[in-house]
Each structure stands twice: as structure tokens, then as C-alpha cells.
């Protein structure tokens, strides 16, 4: 069977045994200021995440395969979805059986297009500042910070609750939302890759950075 692209949580991301990790964002910014302190900004992109990932120790066996999956995306050239291991669950549905099955989807924008509203969430279900969410638009994949906690309606919709980063062109209502195992598609970064170092049948040290592929 073919290697397939973007990789799958289970064909990567569930495999890792993840020590460490720095959940980042890297802002594509130009500052300039004065001498009284006063600074402007203007954002020259979006705002990327960014990982760095630390790997525990493992048998060889299992680094040899963690490093021919990485190898086999030919550096920057494919991607993979990968979830934050801190946020892999709302904080108020640490296992995921509160949401279950529901099919949840975008119900509303605000106005300052860093803002939305879900539906289809159970009666009461609450949303964290921090939660993580995936939506897909267009054969892209938005990654999104919950910025306020907020509480389903008896009829499982939110109010309108601030989002970072903004929203993508492209969004719209009825789009699908993704809260359990939220991942965000992304590249390894060149030159990144550490395979780690072996000694008798364990490797240690192994490490690698990601960045969000739009």
C-alpha cells in the first residue's frame, strides 16, 4: 500500500512517545517605533504554530521507524497532521466522552472576523480558553485557540467567543469543527530532524521541529 499524504494522526502522530514539547506560535510581524516608546506593528502574514518536539527513549526498532517516516516526507516537501499532546481534549471533556459522536459545525462569525459560535454541541457543553479546534474550508485546515470559555445553549449552540489566530478566507457557516484530537497540518522543518543517538537497543535524544503548512 502507497505512502499517502498529508499523514494521518495513526500513521504518525498517535506513534510518538512525546517527552517534550513547545506549542509556539511564530508571528510574521515588522515593528518600528520611536523614541518615546511608542512601537507599530503590521502583520506582514499570518501567524504559524510551531513545534518543537522532544522524544523519550525508545528501542531503536521503534526510532528507525520514527525517523523513516520523517524521511520519507522529503524534508519540506509533504505534510502531516499532528495534535497538541497538551490539547488533544476540551479541558472540560478530558477523555472525550462528554461530546461523543456530536457532530459539531460553525454556526455564526463575528464581526471582527476573530470571533465565531458552534452548534451541535451537547446541552451545557463548555468550551475552555486554551481548547484547540480544527476546521477544514476548501481543502485547507484552519488550527484554532479558544480565547474565552464559554457554555452551550439547551440546544447546543455557544455564544459568540473570540478566536486566535483570525479566521482564513474561506470560512463559513455549517463548516465541520473537529474538538477531539484537534490536529494542525504541518511541516517538519529543514534540517530540524534529530534521529537520536543509539546506545546498546535504546535511542535517546530524538527530536524534530514543526511548523503549519496553510
Not at 494521518?8 to 498517535?14: I, K, M, Q, T, Y
Not at 516608546?37 to 521507524?65: C, F, H, I
Not at 463548516?175 to 534540517?191: D, E, Y
Request: charged content about 15%.
Amino acid at each position: 500500500m502507497a505512502v499517502s499524504y498529508p499523514y494521518s494522526l495513526p500513521a504518525f502522530a498517535d506513534l510518538l512517545k512525546i517527552s517534550s514539547i513547545v506549542w509556539d506560535i511564530q508571528r510574521n510581524d515588522e515593528l518600528s517605533g520611536s523614541g518615546d516608546g511608542r512601537v507599530w506593528q503590521a502583520e506582514l502574514a499570518p501567524p504559524l504554530w510551531t513545534g518543537t518536539v522532544t522524544l523519550s527513549d525508545m528501542y531503536n526498532a521503534e526510532a528507525k521507524q520514527i525517523a523513516a517516516r520523517i524521511r520519507k516526507l522529503h524534508g519540506a516537501q509533504e505534510a502531516l497532521f499532528l495534535y497538541d499532546p497538551l490539547s488533544k481534549y476540551p479541558q472540560a471533556d478530558p477523555d472525550g466522552t462528554k461530546l461523543g459522536a456530536a457532530s459539531v459545525s460553525v454556526a455564526a462569525f463575528g464581526a471582527d472576523n476573530a470571533s465565531l459560535s458552534l452548534k451541535g454541541l451537547p446541552a451545557g457543553y463548555r468550551l475552555t480558553v486554551g481548547d484547540k479546534m480544527q476546521v477544514g474550508y476548501g481543502g485547507r485546515y484552519a488550527f484554532l485557540e479558544i480565547s474565552e470559555t464559554v457554555d452551550a445553549s439547551g440546544q447546543g449552540i455557544t455564544p459568540v467567543f473570540g478566536v486566535f489566530p483570525h479566521l482564513p478566507a474561506g470560512f463559513a457557516a455549517g463548516l465541520g469543527v473537529t474538538l477531539l484530537l484537534p490536529a494542525c497540518k504541518c511541516l517538519v522543518m529543514p534540517g530540524s530532524h534529530n534521529p537520536g543517538t543509539a546506545s546498546g537497543p535504546i535511542t535517546s535524544g530524538a527530536t524534530f521541529k514543526i511548523i503549519q503548512k496553510k
